[in-house]
Every structure is written in C-alpha cells, then in structure tokens.
C-alpha cells in the first residue's frame, strides 16, 4: 500500500520526476480510498450476517407461543437465569464463564428448559423470545 508523501508513516522518497511522483500520489489516494471501501463492504457483510442469523429463527404458532409464556413460570431461578441469558443475545457456549457454572451444569439446564418449556429445539425459545421483543414484553 503506498503512502502519500508528507502523510504520516508516508515512506515513500520523492523520486525528483514529475511524473513518478504524481503516480505515487494517485496510487496512495487509490489505496486509501479502497481501504475505506473495504472497511465499509466489511461492516456491510457483519451487519448483513447478523440479519441473516435472525431471519432464521422461526415464529411459533400463536398458541404454542401463549402455552411458552404460561410456563416460563414454572423455571427455576438457575434455569431463568440461564434463560435471561439467551433473552439478551448470549449463547450457550458462553454461559459456563458468565454463571460460574460447569458445561454440564448448563446443559442439564437446557435440557430442564426445554422440557418445562415443551421445546423441542433451540430455535423454539429464540423464536419465542424475538416474538417477545416484538410484542415488548421484554
């Protein structure tokens, strides 16, 4: 990547031609203008995955979500816990660290959430909680 002479960290020597010397110019320009491109299609992409990741969580049947709602009661303060989690965008994998808690313990809470729930995958609960937000009740 060249540098613009007189730029900071700009190494580049004037070659004392004219014309070598505006070419580096204008490739130093170029190169700063591409990066920035690249940083803008990165931040594009990232946002673009994120979106992608959401879409994928299916919606539940209106009374299959009301049954959901009427049994988060029935969760223990471990397994709320472990649920509020997933409410604000953790993923199980990072659970163990956050909760002080063993991998094991985590998925023996998973696995009660699921059956008090009467889930049968994780993307049951996450489609639950989005409709959730959608209705703001969290």
């Known amino acids: 990547m060249y540098k ?9 020597k004037p070659a004392n031609v004219p014309e070598i010397d505006d070419l580096m110019d204008f490739l130093a320009e170029r190169d700063a203008a591409r990066e920035t491109e690249r940083r803008e299609l990165e931040r594009r992409l990232f946002k673009l995955g994120a979106e992608a990741e959401e879409a994928k969580i299916p919606l539940l049947a209106r009374e299959d979500y009301e049954e959901f709602l009427r049994n988060l009661d029935g969760l223990s303060k471990t397994e709320r816990e472990v ?32 059956e008090k729930l009467r889930v049968s995958s994780c993307e049951e609960p996450l489609g639950c909680i989005k409709m959730m937000k959608e209705e703001r009740r969290i």
């Open 4 to 12: 613009k002479r007189g730029e900071n960290g700009g190494n580049q």
């Open 83 to 114: 649920f509020d989690l997933y409410e604000a965008g953790h993923r199980a994998k990072d659970m163990p660290k956050i909760l002080q808690r063993s991998v094991n313990a985590i998925k023996t809470r998973n696995r009660n959430i699921y």
